[in-house]
């Protein structure tokens, strides 16, 4: 099938963009990779009036450092995201779980920013920039704010962006010298995650110093796993020490039963998933 | 809304509706019917072609999207008559049956080697994770890939050199923007 009807705008500033999307009132969207949106539309699923496209707005591409974070374009396309050299340096963690997103086509076309506002629970950026303590700057016509991640996804496919904002860039505090892994559980290609676990960790010696976890779709919205990351800390990166950790990792989940798994075969593969993200991570 | 579209070469000129997916413009527009429409959800990957040299699923863009962009179809790969190393490899390997997801593998396999020019087997799996094959004919595509990276790798004999450089100027043949 094709789309419905609607308008386009291809804004070039952030400036337009916000004024655009203030203009066209509440049945308009915004166009980002169009990874979700264009087969949302395709299906019928939706039928906004308007799309905002940025995919012409420059300023929202690429990463850049500020200081110790750093500064991810919402409009970066994954592609970019995974061969970037500052997010290898600093935030590992969010290009070892870009590299997992859908298939090579859909990388280098959907973005991050787009996939963090889409707010699917399966996708699987949104429990690396939980566990990371990601801020996301949002544009709107009564200027710009700082939402912390662990305020920003409300529930299945809703974020704390109000009508007529835009998220425009994603803070990540620099995590230099971790050790990252993501572990995704999925039966076939390129299908989104069942579970997901976001690991990473600081180990001096074989002492597991810092931990942060995070759980892709144990919850209508992204888990962190901080009984796990308390389980963790202090100790010998040991099997033995990473399998108790992993035990806590349903804490506070309340995973969904669908066609993929029950949600007790969820809490199973939390555990297992953050055992092995876990030791991936300590290496 | 009017785009222009250069499309394997040519540039294009035309007023289009907002909703046109690329791959409705491709082949209803344009007559590209080498892209194919093999699935409703942008899961089969039959539809690929490169925007600006990248690989996409062209049931998942729309055609504004593209406005300003240079696209390559499977019907802009043979030059002169001879077809790309790609789509040789591919006949010479049976790499098809039915062959609806030939052109969306091709196009991928020739991304692939561009940021991998010798992939071993499960680099190409996963490089071609995003193309489906409804007759399972997986063996022989993943041999095609790898014989026409042998093809193509540097110092490979004079006719893929001669394709290559007269095509897109890269060793693995697909233009960089």
Redesign the interface.
């Not at chain 1, 859908?102 to 859909?106: E, H, I, K, L, Y």
């Not at chain 2, 049931?59 to 729309?62: F, N, Q, S, T």
């Given at each position: 099938?094709?789309?419905?009807?609607?308008?386009?705008v291809?804004p070039t500033t952030v400036d337009d963009a916000v004024r655009a999307l203030a203009d066209a009132g509440d049945e308009a969207k915004v166009?980002a990779g169009?990874?979700s949106l264009?087969?949302v539309?395709?299906?019928r699923l939706a039928a906004p009036t308007k799309?905002i496209?940025l995919?012409k707005v420059a300023e929202l591409r690429g990463v850049r450092e500020d200081g110790n974070a750093l500064v991810i374009g919402a409009m970066t396309s994954h592609?970019d995201v995974v061969r970037d050299p500052l997010i290898a340096e600093h935030a590992q963690l969010i290009a070892m779980a870009t590299s997992t997103v859908?298939?090579?086509?859909?990388r280098?076309?959907g973005t991050f920013g787009g996939s963090l506002a889409h707010a699917d629970p399966a996708g699987d950026l949104l429990a690396p920039a939980l566990a990371l303590d990601a801020e996301m700057v949002v544009h709107g016509m009564d200027g710009r704010r700082v939402i912390p991640a662990s305020e920003f996804f409300v529930d299945y496919f809703t974020t704390a962006l109000r009508p007529g904002e835009l998220l425009t860039d994603v803070r990540v505090p620099k995590y230099t010298g971790w050790h990252a892994h993501y572990e995704k559980f999925n039966r076939v290609?390129?299908a989104w995650s069942i579970v997901g676990v976001a690991a990473a960790v600081q180990v001096e010696g074989h002492t597991i110093q810092q931990a942060r976890v995070g759980l892709t779709n144990m919850s209508s919205v992204p888990v962190r796993a901080t009984g796990v990351e308390r389980a963790l800390i202090g100790q010998e990166a040991t099997p033995e020490a990473i399998k108790a950790a992993a035990e806590h990792a349903v804490e506070g989940t309340m995973p969904v039963a669908d066609g993929n798994a029950d949600a007790a075969y969820r809490e199973h593969l939390a555990k297992v998933l953050t055992s092995r993200a876990v030791t991936a991570a300590c290496g | 809304?009017r785009i222009t579209v250069t499309v394997d070469g040519t540039t294009y000129l035309d007023e289009v509706?907002?909703?046109?997916?690329l791959v409705?413009y491709l082949r209803e527009r344009l007559g590209k019917v080498g892209t194919v429409v093999g699935c409703?959800?942008?899961?089969c990957?039959a539809c690929?072609v490169h925007?600006d040299g990248?690989?996409?699923?062209s049931?998942?863009?729309?055609a504004?999207?593209a406005?300003g962009c240079e696209v390559t179809t499977i019907e802009g790969l043979a030059r002169d008559g001879q077809l790309h190393p790609v789509q040789r490899a591919f006949h010479d390997n049976h790499a098809l049956q039915c062959g609806f997801c030939t052109p969306g593998m091709i196009m991928?396999s020739i991304?692939?080697l561009a940021e991998n020019s010798d992939p071993d087997e499960q680099a190409v799996r996963e490089?071609i994770?995003?193309?489906?094959c409804r007759c399972t004919g997986y063996q022989n595509i993943v041999r095609a890939v790898r014989d026409a990276a042998h093809e193509m790798r540097p110092g490979a004999g004079p006719e893929a050199e001669r394709m290559n450089e007269a095509e897109m100027g890269t060793q693995a043949g697909v233009r960089r923007s």
């Open positions: 099938m094709i789309p419905a009807q609607f308008d386009y291809a166009l169009g990874q264009i087969p539309l395709r299906m799309l496209d995919g592609y859908a298939d090579s086509q859909v280098h076309r290609a390129q | 809304m509706e907002p909703r046109t997916l409705q409703d959800t942008s899961n990957g690929t925007l990248h690989s996409v699923k049931c998942a863009v729309l504004v999207q406005d991928q991304d692939l490089g994770e995003g193309n489906l």
